[in-house]
């Protein structure tokens, strides 16, 4: 009796201390590369991970007119699996697509990687030649101020790659995203009701980051942002989950249209 009661407590703290198994979608899928959408359809299969498809929206970019807003959206009907969103890139996409055209898409996306900096020359941060930092310090706080005018005015769902720093100072995060700078952006999304992506490329936020941001109640979501279809899961965003103690309630999921 004493060794059935026994067996029974270990089953129980066995059970209750099992994490809670939190549902993911990779919303910042491109079909890029040698990700064919056959090859999309096979991956999220086979690692049980549901995609939202993402298309890039903008000046120089694949989609550039309403009419190829449509032709897209039509093309991603034959495959109702997948979410359809809209990356929204640089800041002319603003004037680029009417309203109707934004509200096809099941979500829509920005990151803070493009913008015109105070002298006037176009920061793509990705791009170390078009990247131009005379003073990190004042680099940097641009750019917090940047993405936090980013999410508090353009109609979007998601700030993705959140926190991206440049090549040259991406090696020093702690040191360039302050906690008064986190929070210039956490409290941008928490007035405009934005999502923030954990992002499993770059391996960003910081946990520092997710922890504060989800004391302000902000909800969050995985994507990896793609080259190709060589990939892995969803392993950052899994680790975060559990350093952060995220919860299910703590992501944000779109509704299909
Ligand atoms: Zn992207």
Redesign the pocket.
Request: proline share 0%; glycine share 0%; charged share 0%.
């Given at each position: 009796m004493m060794k059935n009661l026994t067996f029974l407590f270990v089953a129980i703290v066995i059970f209750a201390c099992q994490p809670e198994k939190i549902e993911l979608i990779d919303l910042?899928v491109?079909l890029k590369g040698d990700l064919t959408i056959e090859e999309a359809i096979k991956k999220s299969e086979a690692e049980n991970i549901p995609y939202g498809i993402?298309v890039?929206c903008g000046l120089g970019f694949p989609v550039q007119t309403d009419a190829q807003v449509d032709s897209f959206r039509q093309y991603m009907s034959q495959y109702p699996q997948f979410y359809v969103g809209m990356?929204a890139e640089g800041r002319e996409w603003l004037h680029l697509f009417s309203p109707e055209a934004i509200a096809q898409f099941d979500y829509v996306f920005t990151d803070a990687m493009t913008f015109t900096d105070a002298k006037g020359r176009r920061n793509r941060i990705w791009i170390p030649e078009e990247t131009y930092v005379d003073n990190e310090e004042e680099f940097m706080d641009y750019l917090a101020t940047t993405a936090a005018g980013i999410i508090a005015t353009e109609p979007i769902d998601i700030y993705?790659n959140p926190t991206y720093l440049p090549e040259q100072m991406a090696d020093r995060y702690d040191q360039f995203w302050t906690i008064e700078r986190m929070d210039r952006v956490i409290n941008a999304a928490k007035e405009a009701g934005v999502a923030i992506e954990i992002n499993n490329r770059f391996r960003i936020p910081s946990a520092t980051f997710i922890k504060r941001a989800k004391a302000a109640g902000i909800k969050f979501t995985m994507g990896t942002?793609n080259i190709d279809k060589n990939f892995d899961g969803s392993s950052y965003t899994r680790e975060m989950i559990k350093t952060c103690g995220l919860t299910q309630d703590d992501f944000w999921v779109p509704e299909k249209k």
């Open positions: 910042h491109h993402a890039n990356q993705v942002n």
